[in-house]
């Protein structure tokens, strides 16, 4: 069965949003929109380039959607801007090579090649996707998404990069109706500007003891 996994960028306090610009997601009012810049480092790049090193295809919302196809297949085209380096290159042919399922609530059809909507019920759907063979699932960003996928249960891993710094408000990794679940640190590192790269792994439910005194 295919793993469907969760990497994002997360404050200390959880919020997942506009980690990449001021202009990539300003609602509710958000603010700091661009929070991870000064933090982005060589350890930061290489669990990035790690996270798709293996095979995968990924799974977006549709806000995630606009920004992949407005920005990845200008950088996998040949000759590719300036100013790219070949990591970025090399990331960019294969998201623009692989399969790219969409959930959206309003859009049906896209232009960049290789995606596909999940339907009505994008639930049903990513079980169907989730039981066959093929790669791995990824999921980049997506915050509405992921609660979703969160309800549902169908999160096997995160691959998390936690970023030294808390935003107050704004969309968040962990929203209202998740399923308790347990999980278990398969990976951790610490980069030099102090993000914190771990990836952890669907551990069963939830363990509970108690610390009370034992009563003679």
């Not at 169908?154 to 990069?161: A, G, I």
Request: glycine share 12%; net charge negative.
């Amino acid at each position: 069965m295919r793993k469907i996994i969760v990497n994002t960028f997360v404050s200390l306090d959880g919020v997942m949003q506009a980690p990449g610009g001021p202009e990539e997601d300003s609602s509710g009012g958000f603010e700091h929109g661009g929070w991870v810049a000064s933090y982005f480092d060589e350890g930061v790049g290489k669990f990035m380039g790690d996270v798709f090193a293996s095979p995968f295809e990924l799974l977006l919302g549709h806000r995630t959607y606009d920004i992949f196809a407005a920005y990845w297949p200008k950088v996998a085209a040949d000759p590719p801007p300036q100013g790219v380096d070949d990591g970025e290159i090399q990331m960019a042919k294969k998201i623009d090579g692989t399969t790219r399922y969409v959930a959206s609530r309003t859009k049906t059809e896209f232009n960049w090649e290789g995606s596909e909507w999940l339907g009505n019920d994008p639930v049903a759907r990513l079980r169907e996707i989730k039981a066959n063979n093929g790669p791995d699932l990824l999921v980049p960003g997506s915050a509405n998404f992921i609660q979703t996928l969160l309800k549902a249960d169908l999160v096997d891993q995160f691959k998390l990069l936690i970023f030294p710094l808390v935003l107050g408000k704004g969309k968040r990794l962990f929203g209202a109706g998740v399923i308790p679940l347990g999980f278990h640190v398969q990976q951790s590192t610490m980069t030099d500007s102090g993000v914190i790269c771990v990836t952890y792994v669907r551990d069963g439910s939830i363990t509970t003891g108690d610390f009370s005194l034992q009563q003679d």
